[in-house]
């Protein structure tokens, strides 16, 4: 059945474009074409191998001997290398209740990222996940071993994939990103409930937290993501479906009675209750190993999940980077700048801009002392993603500039040859 799904999403969504390109035909820029650019660099096989290494530490429930921590530097980790500055935010919880096995007194480790805007701004644009899992038996006995890659090692994934996407394209948001982690959502919240809070009392202009729970599992045939609605938000979901219908394959549900009674079940619920917008996806069709020894990443969707990584890149985007609405080349150009990597390098590097015009494009070397070792031009280089190789291995070690100059537009970058 895959092909007459596919067919009917690919035609609704080229009427969509369609109706765009005739609507804003002499703005180019509000075409979502420049947007798709960052869009397909997602990748399901990146989330996959997130969710095989946290799958990897055999358990995450949070009460276990030591706790999460291990998992908590696991994800530093991940987000410093995308440059986000992380840390694990460990707090203790006395006499604290666990619904299933009750009472319990133990520490914690949320992780909380953080990306600056460019320029200052006191607003938040928070994308959350809880990182602990918990496997029962069918007597709610809990198992020592709990691979939880769908609930949740995938919103974890998803999360460090938009590290990844905007560290790739060197983004720089309007307001501050968050990244969190958190611990011990499975006996209660405690992780989400212990940030939001903090958040009330440091008085966070909180602008939206968008919830990831269960969003890897799903069959073939039948995409859909569910958006588990708050009362005082109702905008940001009704946001949530229009993204996921423009940028995604996926068909998004809007629950209505006590179907929407699962978004009392996740860490969004924690900042709804103190008074922050929220939304929550979660996979339509219900995991089929959901909080067994079995729900590992072999039964993921690579692919729906990657449309999931989608829906949350743009609406990361668009809440926090510019206005998916309004969107402009100038938005492009100034959100998106030049990256080099590695950095140090050894015998190759590679130096990636984004172009949001055709341009000529000239690239100077200096070492030090400005003396030049390295020149290129390049003629008229097409709209997208543009990529210059360069050969090291004559490079002395040292600390070298690489000089970038484009129409309007003069980037330095400091590149270090370490052989
Ligand atoms: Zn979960």
Redesign the pocket.
Known sequence: MPPIFKTDKGMKRYYFFLIILLTFSSLRAQTPEEFSIFLDEINGDSLRETVADLQNFETRFCLREGGNKEVAEYIVQRLENYGVNAEIDSFYVQDGHFWLSGDFSSWFYNVKGTLAPAQSSDSIVIIGA?AD?IATDANYNLLPLCP?AD??AS?VAVMIEMARIIHQFNLLPKHHIHFMAYDA??IGLVGAYHDAEARVNNQEKVVVMLNN??VSYQPDDDWKLTFHWYDNAQDISQKAVEVCETYTDITPVIPVGEDNDLRQ??DSYAYDQNGFKTVFAIENTFSAYYHTENDSVQWNNAEFHEHVARYNFAMLFNYGFANLQTLSLDDYASSASVLVYPNPANESATIQLYLPEQTDINTVITDMSGKIVWKYDNKSCAVGIFYIHLDCQNFANGIYFCKIFSNNRNETIKLIINH
């Open positions: 809880h899992a939880g609930d949740n919103g959502e499975e729970d269960m079940n996740s």
